[in-house]
C-alpha cells in the first residue's frame, strides 16, 4: 500500500503527511481497518449514500459537515483539539508540574492499557449494531445509527493513532488487536463485558446510546483531563460527537414512550396484551429493558474498591469527572467515600480511601447523569397524562462486578434470597418472550417520512432538514 494521500483520506489536524513513520503504520493498518469494516460493520450499507456529518477540522465550522456521503467512502479523521504549551498537571502525585507530551516510560504499560481498553469499545459497538440497519424504523433513524457507527469507527481511528504514535511495535500490535477480537465471540471476545451483549433489536438500540455512550462520555471526560496531553486532546474532540450518540438513545426511548402512550389514550387501557396487540411496546417492558442496559452499563465502571482506579489517578493518567471543577486538593490521600455492601439480609455502607473508591465515585456521577434523562422521559407519560413512572433501579440490581456482584437486590434495593431472586427475575429483566415481542415489531421502514407503527417521528429532522427528507439513498 502506497501513494495514500492522507492529508486527503484522512482528515487530519496532526500533520500526518509529516510522520512517515507514523504514515507507513497507517498505511499497513488501514486496509485492514477496511476489511473489518466490510465484515463487521454495518449490514447492507456498502452502497448507501448517507446524509452524514463528517468532521474535517475542531473549529465550529469545520467539525459538523453535512452531506450524502458513501459509508465506504466516510473520511474517518484524526483530531486533537487544539492544546496549550503550558498546561499543568491538574491532579495526583504530579500535579502542578507541565503535562506530557510524550509517554513517561514508568506509566507506558498502564496508560497502554487504558487506551487499548477505550479502544476497544469503539469497533464492539459497531459490531454490535450491525445487523441493525435491516430493521430500522425509519431513514431518519436508520440515518442515525449509520452516523454513530461511523463515528465509532472513527473513535477506533482516534487510539490507533495514539497506539502508533506513541507505543512503538507493542502500539502497532494492539492496533491490530483492536480489528481481530469480536463481541460476543467465545475465544477472542471485546474486553469488557457489556460489549459483548447482543443489541437486537431498536429499544436495545436506543436504551444502549443512551446508558452505554454515556458510560463512553463520562470514561472520555475522565481521560480529557489526563497528564498525557495527546491523549486528554483527543478524547476532549471525542466528547463531541459522544453527544449525539446520547441524543439519539434519549430521543428514541422518548419517542417509543410517546408513541406507546398514545395508543394507551386512544384505546383507554394499559393492558399489556391489549397494547401489545395494538403494536406498541407496553411500559413495564420498556422498564425492563431500562433495568437491564443501566445495570449492564454500571458494571462497566468496575470493582468499587479497585487499586489500579487509585494508580490511575495518583499517577496523573485518569482524573474524575470534571476534575477542574471540583475545590478539594485534588490529591485526595485523606480522604475517604462511601461504598455498599451486601450483608446477609441487607445493604450496608462502608467508608473506604477515596483513591480506592474513584471507580466508584466515577460511577455515582454517572447515575446522576443518567437518572436526569430518565426524568424527562417521564415528563412525556405526565405530559399525555399516564400515571406511570419509569425508574433507575438501584446500584446493588443485577451487578456482576466489584463487592455487590451476585448479591440478590432488587430494583428497588431489598436484598433477597436467591431463589426469589431467580423467581422474580422476569418482573425486573427482558425476558425471552419480551424480546421476541420488540423483535416481532421490528420491520424495515425506510420510505422518507414514514415511521414503524411502534414509534412517534422526531420533533424535527438532522441538521434542520425536513423529517422527510432523503437521509438514505439506496443505489
Ligand atoms: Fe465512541
Ligand atoms: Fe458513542
Known amino acids: 500500500m502506497s501513494g495514500i494521500n492522507y492529508s486527503e483520506k484522512i482528515p487530519n489536524n496532526v500533520n500526518l503527511s509529516e510522520d512517515r513513520t507514523l504514515q507507513r503504520a497507517l498505511e499497513q493498518w488501514q486496509p485492514n481497518f477496511v476489511s473489518w469494516w466490510d465484515d463487521i460493520g454495518p449490514e447492507g450499507s456498502t452502497d448507501s449514500e448517507v446524509y452524514l456529518r463528517t468532521a474535517v477540522s475542531v473549529d465550529p465550522q469545520g467539525w459538523a459537515q453535512f452531506g450524502h456521503v458513501k459509508m465506504r467512502d466516510y473520511r474517518w479523521g484524526i483530531f486533537l483539539n487544539p492544546g496549550s504549551d503550558d498546561r499543568t498537571i491538574a491532579f495526583g502525585d504530579h500535579k502542578g508540574e507541565k503535562a506530557w507530551t510524550d509517554v513517561p516510560g514508568e506509566y507506558r504499560a498502564n496508560l497502554r492499557r487504558i487506551i487499548v481498553t477505550q479502544g476497544d469499545t469503539e469497533p464492539a459497538s459497531v459490531e454490535q449494531q450491525r445487523h441493525l440497519g ?105 466528547l463531541t460527537e459522544e453527544a449525539h450518540h446520547m441524543f439519539v438513545g434519549e430521543s428514541g426511548v422518548a419517542r417509543t414512550i410517546q408513541r406507546t402512550a398514545q395508543v394507551m389514550n386512544e384505546l383507554k387501557t394499559d393492558d399489556v396484551n391489549k397494547l401489545r396487540a395494538a403494536g406498541v411496546i407496553d411500559l413495564p417492558t420498556i422498564q425492563r429493558y431500562l433495568n437491564f442496559h443501566f445495570s449492564v452499563t454500571i458494571d462497566l465502571f468496575g470493582a468499587d474498591e479497585s487499586s489500579n482506579a487509585a494508580t490511575f489517578y495518583s499517577t496523573g493518567l485518569k482524573s474524575r469527572y470534571e476534575e477542574g471543577k471540583r475545590d478539594d486538593d485534588h490529591i485526595l490521600k485523606d480522604k475517604t467515600y462511601p461504598v455498599l455492601v451486601a450483608k446477609d439480609g441487607g445493604i450496608e455502607t462502608k467508608e473506604v480511601p477515596m483513591l480506592n473508591a474513584l471507580n466508584e465515585v466515577l460511577r455515582d456521577d454517572y447515575i446522576k447523569d443518567s437518572v436526569a434523562g430518565v426524568e424527562r422521559w417521564n415528563k412525556v407519560l405526565t405530559k399525555a397524562g399516564i400515571p406511570f413512572q419509569l425508574r433507575v433501579p438501584h446500584k446493588a440490581f443485577n451487578r456482576n462486578i466489584g463487592a455487590l456482584a451476585g448479591a440478590n437486590v432488587t430494583p428497588e434495593g431489598q436484598v433477597v434470597s436467591e431463589t426469589e431472586w431467580k423467581a422474580r427475575a422476569g418482573e425486573w429483566l427482558p425476558s425471552t418472550e419480551d424480546r421476541a415481542f420488540v423483535a416481532s415489531l421490528m420491520g424495515r421502514v425506510v420510505e422518507p417520512g414514514k415511521f414503524a407503527n411502534w414509534i412517534a417521528p422526531p420533533a424535527m429532522g438532522v441538521n434542520r432538514m425536513p423529517i422527510e427528507f432523503d437521509y438514505v439513498r439506496f443505489n
Do not use: C
Open 134 to 238: 435491516l430493521t430500522a424504523p425509519s431513514m431518519y433513524d436508520l440515518r442515525n445509527l449509520y452516523q454513530i457507527n461511523v463515528e465509532e469507527g472513527r473513535h477506533l481511528w482516534a487510539m490507533v493513532y495514539l497506539l502508533h504514535k506513541h507505543f512503538g511495535r507493542d502500539g502497532r500490535e494492539e492496533a491490530d488487536a483492536l480489528l481481530e477480537r469480536r463481541s460476543g465471540d467465545e475465544d477472542n471476545p471485546r474486553i469488557l463485558g457489556a460489549f459483548n451483549e447482543a443489541t437486537p433489536d431498536w429499544l436495545s438500540f436506543f436504551m444502549f446510546t443512551y446508558f452505554t455512550d454515556r458510560d463512553g462520555k463520562f470514561q472520555l471526560a475522565a481521560l480529557s483531563e489526563s497528564a498525557f496531553d495527546p491523549l486528554a486532546r483527543t478524547t476532549k474532540f471525542m
